[in-house]
């Protein structure tokens, strides 16, 4: 038992005190592990709430989407609504002038018709002057008549 006995206490000399380091280790690396488990827990804890607050970041940004999305299709509606507006206000531009042209023509009509009629009444007036001028001179031949009747009278008298 000699050798048992020797190969034992060697085996103490040499492994208790390796086990003890390693023990040591052990113990040192479970402190560690504990630490870095706990940094780890808190890190998980900090993602989550960055990931929920990523989420409700997310889901205002849908909702400010889909506000863009419906102000966007508000705004095709009135460019439409525009759009169609000025088709109509073209038209009845075009509509409005037509009738323009054609008034305007109704009116160069009217004023060549009113150049016309005063043309006719100078020609009328002219007319008339010269009735008249005949009608003075008329008279005054019936009076020159009279007269000269009234001479010879009272020559002959």
Known sequence: MD???AVRIAIKELMIPELDKIKEE???IKTTLVLTNKRLDDLNVHLA????RIDETNKRIDELNKRIDET???IDETNNRIDALRV???NEIAYTNKRIDETNN???ETNNRINE???RIDRLYEVIVRREEHFKLDQRVANLEREVNELKKKLVA
């Not at 709430?49 to 929920?52: A, E």
Request: charged share 50%; no cysteine.
């Open 3 to 5: 050798i048992k006995e």
């Open 26 to 28: 052990n113990k040192e």
């Open 49 to 52: 709430d960055q990931s929920r």
């Open 72 to 74: 966007n299709n508000r």
């Open 88 to 90: 109509e206000l073209r």
């Open 106 to 108: 109704r009116i160069d």
């Open 117 to 119: 009629t005063n043309q």
